[in-house]
């Protein structure tokens, strides 16, 4: 969150509204809210509203308050604005979204015209969750780019050898027992259990960026934009003819921000494809040092690769062994449960591939999500 950002100087007003209904605000509250903001939508009224409430309000007697000036200040639900408040909030070059708080109680046929404007129509979304990235225009991969950037992962966790305090399990805690025990004098009060920690398992995005894939390969990068933003142990490499680790670039906050650093970093974007050299060279440096051990490895491409086949056996079968999932998303994959590969790359790692899924949307995105927690 920058000082310059468009909507700061609203947070602000908002903050001097509070004030003078009674309200405790200081600048930290107003920072503390600017900040929890930036992680969401701030053309959403409900992220504006639950984001001051759960920053700003401390007591429970300061809610009605609180709900009072945000209806008279986002909604002119009392005296009337001189005008109509207007925020514009830039997520791209190509791409601006606008809101317009209304000077009176939107109706539904106005809330529904906001929400068309911002492309966030539910009718909308759900047409273009389905749609193929390779169909997208300019504008459908920008409202795309709106509704990744909200995906939120939950990574897969797995159990750890160690043991903390619980109120439930199987395993007792003799330790906590005999001091409890102490403490009551060498009555023994209750049983108290101990079970394992569980880990968040790292998760890797390698994503095909070569010509077979170019319509393909930045709502993924995208998605991997996303998932890193939502996680730290999300790391992302691309390959075409050699591999690149963006994991650096992506956690830029801007998503075309992100974009336009990967593309500089990356010397074979839309090039060639070899997909197992690109492969050894992961194994080789990353692999081994531990990066993947326990984690879930996603690769998503289209398994057309101008290499060796056996060298790409040879590091599929390394990759198998050193992490706990191989994920391979394809584009061209379908719904249908009779696929079979047909692309030489493809045929050659499907013996080592733990799970096959579509790659081709946004939906198939949100699906594959879903599964994450499935895979521990």
Request: include cysteine; charged fraction near 30%; hydrophobic fraction near 40%.
């Amino acid at each position: 969150m920058t000082d310059d950002a468009p909507f700061v100087s609203v947070l602000v007003a908002f903050a001097d509204q509070l004030r003078d209904a009674g309200l405790t605000v200081g600048s930290g509250d107003v920072l503390t809210y600017s900040a929890a903001l930036a992680q969401l939508d701030p053309t959403d009224l409900l992220d504006l509203y639950w984001a001051g409430r759960t920053t700003i309000v401390t007591r429970r007697e300061d809610i009605a308050v609180y709900d009072r000036v945000f209806r008279k200040f986002f909604l002119d639900e009392g005296d009337a604005l001189p005008e109509p408040l207007r925020l514009n909030v830039h997520s791209s070059a190509e791409v601006q979204s606008m809101l317009v708080v209304p000077a009176t109680d939107p109706s539904p046929e106005s809330r529904e015209e906001h929400a068309a404007r911002l492309g966030l129509v539910a009718s909308g979304a759900e047409v273009l969750r389905n749609k193929a990235f390779a169909a997208c225009t300019a504008e459908e991969l920008a409202a795309l780019r709106r509704i990744t950037a909200r995906i939120r992962l939950n990574p897969p966790r797995r159990r750890t050898r160690r043991t903390a305090a619980a109120r439930r399990g199987h395993t007792p805690d003799p330790r906590r027992m005999v001091r409890e025990t102490m403490r009551a004098y060498g009555e023994p009060s209750k049983l108290l259990w101990r079970k394992r920690k569980r880990r968040v398992r790292p998760l890797i995005l390698i994503v095909d960026i070569s010509g077979s894939m170019a319509d393909y390969s930045r709502g993924l990068l995208q998605f991997a934009h996303s998932a890193k933003r939502a996680d730290t142990r999300v790391e992302t490499f691309c390959f075409g003819t050699r591999l690149t680790r963006l994991t650096k670039v992506l956690r830029r906050r801007r998503v075309d921000e992100a974009m336009e650093q990967a593309a500089k970093a990356v010397f074979d974007w839309e090039g060639g494809t070899r997909i197992g050299d690109s492969l050894t060279a992961f194994v080789r440096d990353w692999g081994r040092r531990g990066m993947c051990r326990g984690g879930i490895v996603v690769i998503c491409s289209d398994g057309l690769d101008r290499g060796d086949p056996q060298v790409l056996a040879s590091a599929m079968e390394r990759l198998s062994r050193l992490c706990h999932r191989v994920v391979w998303l394809n584009p061209h994959r379908g719904h249908s449960r009779d696929f079979r590969p047909s692309t030489l790359g493809m045929m050659v790692a499907a013996p080592y591939i733990d799970l096959l899924l579509p790659g081709n949307n946004l939906h198939d995105l949100e699906v594959f999500a879903a599964m994450l927690p499935e895979l521990s």
